[in-house]
């Protein structure tokens, strides 16, 4: 079973704070999600990054897929108490595979 | 399209009780999942399907069963509840591999 660890595991910020949070593996993934959750709803999905040194950004938000495609990071911009949530990453190991899930990281952000 | 649909949203077991989770997805999806969700913690895989007639095993598959007989429908089977199943439990669903869109969840409590 291939292990994705996130980190930090909680993280609590000021409004206009810029962060960045990793999920890493020893394991390749041909694709990997990130997915935001708020309190008492499911998991929804942010981005998939599937090449090895992509980089994509959704307004504030910048996901990278590292070059080996083992790790990843979300980094965010002048954040906002609207940011706060759990942020989960997710890999398939090949395409088609079923995605495992790391652990979240907690992230809350103070007006 | 009301997505994915998960009854019910609360319940109470007392150990040694059983019970089915309901997902109804109308998105037409082939897969389907069932995780579940410890305080604080990412999302572990129960069973999963990829069409209807088929399913398998995932990470933490003691103690439940499921079945699909339809695309739409994917019913999750507590038999003997016991204290280690309390837990949030969320319905997915995908087209192939990619996307997996989530139900609000359920949040159960065995006692």
């Known amino acids: 079973t291939q292990l994705l660890e996130q980190s930090p595991q909680f993280l609590s910020i000021q409004e206009g704070e810029n962060l960045t949070v990793y999920c890493n593996s020893s394991?390749?993934?041909?694709?990997l999600q990130w997915y935001r959750q708020e309190p008492g709803e499911g998991p929804v999905l942010l981005v998939t990054?599937?090449?090895?040194?992509e980089v994509k950004k959704l307004k504030r938000l910048t996901f990278q897929f590292g070059d080996a495609r083992k790790d990843s990071s979300l980094h965010i911009t002048a954040a906002q108490p609207g940011d706060t949530g759990l942020y989960l990453c997710?890999?398939?190991?090949?395409?088609?595979?079923?995605?495992?899930f790391g652990e979240g990281t907690q992230l809350t952000v103070n007006p | 399209n009301a997505g994915v649909t998960q009854t019910p949203k609360f319940r109470i077991l007392k150990i040694g009780q059983s019970m089915t989770l309901q997902c109804t997805q109308d998105?037409?999806?082939?897969?389907m999942y069932w995780y579940r969700q410890d305080p604080g913690m990412g999302l572990k895989l129960i069973y999963y399907?990829?069409?209807?007639?088929?399913?398998d095993k995932g990470e933490v598959p003691n103690g439940y069963n499921v079945s699909r007989s339809t695309t739409e429908d994917f019913p999750l089977r507590l038999e003997l509840a016991a204290p280690s199943q309390t837990s949030v439990y969320f319905c997915?669903?995908?087209?192939?591999?990619?996307?997996?869109?989530f139900g609000p969840g359920t949040r159960l409590t065995v006692l």
């Open positions: 997915a669903s995908s087209y192939s591999s990619g996307e997996q869109y």
């Open positions: 394991s390749v993934f041909s694709s």
């Open positions: 990054v599937v090449t090895g040194g």
């Open positions: 997710a890999g398939a190991e090949t395409s088609g595979s079923r995605l495992t």
């Open positions: 998105m037409n999806h082939n897969y």
């Open positions: 399907s990829v069409g209807a007639g088929i399913t």
